[in-house]
């Protein structure tokens, strides 16, 4: 994958994707180029950093809760070690502190498209909206994100598909339900 930002925020359900590299053979093709393009963004990570964290540790402890710390058996887990071990080296601007108020943050954008966004993917909204260069949330499969990305861009924030054609179907479905 060769258009990775320099700085992003990155959703859990990357490097949850990630740890299917293994089951490649066995997937759809369509499935396929998703598990791929995030496990070249974790490797990315791994290799020249751009990750954006909280300096609550909300972002991380998310990632500790669906992965492995013990670095295997998959690339996400490997991901969560690496993190783990090289948080405290990251520069001080890829660390963001946001403020919690109930579900939400106070850097969370006011916008009316935005009031029934799932609390717990507010933090990485938090985050990007408070870091100067609002850097974009990289996203692989979470399909509400699809429907979210027009007032999240309304308010300076990019979501990046790493499963376009995936997230894009699945959030249809959704609608048609």
């Known amino acids: 994958m060769s258009n990775i930002p320099k700085i992003f925020l990155l959703d859990t359900n990357v490097p949850i994707t990630a740890n299917r590299e293994k089951e490649l053979a066995s997937l759809p093709a369509d499935q396929v180029k998703c598990v791929e393009n995030c496990v070249a963004v974790v490797k990315h990570i791994k290799n020249k950093g751009g990750l954006v964290l909280d300096s609550e540790d909300e972002i991380f ?87 979210w990305q027009k007032a999240l861009s309304e308010c300076g924030i990019a979501v990046q598909f790493l499963c376009p054609d995936y997230a894009e179907k699945k959030y249809r479905e959704k609608m048609e339900r």
């Open 61 to 147: 402890e998310e990632y500790r809760r669906h992965l492995s710390l013990r670095g295997q058996p998959g690339v996400g887990d490997s991901f969560m070690k690496w993190l783990h071990d090289n948080r405290w080296n990251f520069p001080s601007e890829n660390i963001v502190g946001i403020t919690k108020i109930g579900e939400s943050y106070t850097s969370f954008p006011d916008h009316p498209d935005l009031t029934k966004f799932d609390p717990s993917d507010k933090k990485f909204v938090a985050v990007a909206n408070a870091h100067p260069d609002k850097p974009p949330i990289l996203q692989a499969t979470d399909s509400k994100w699809w429907g």
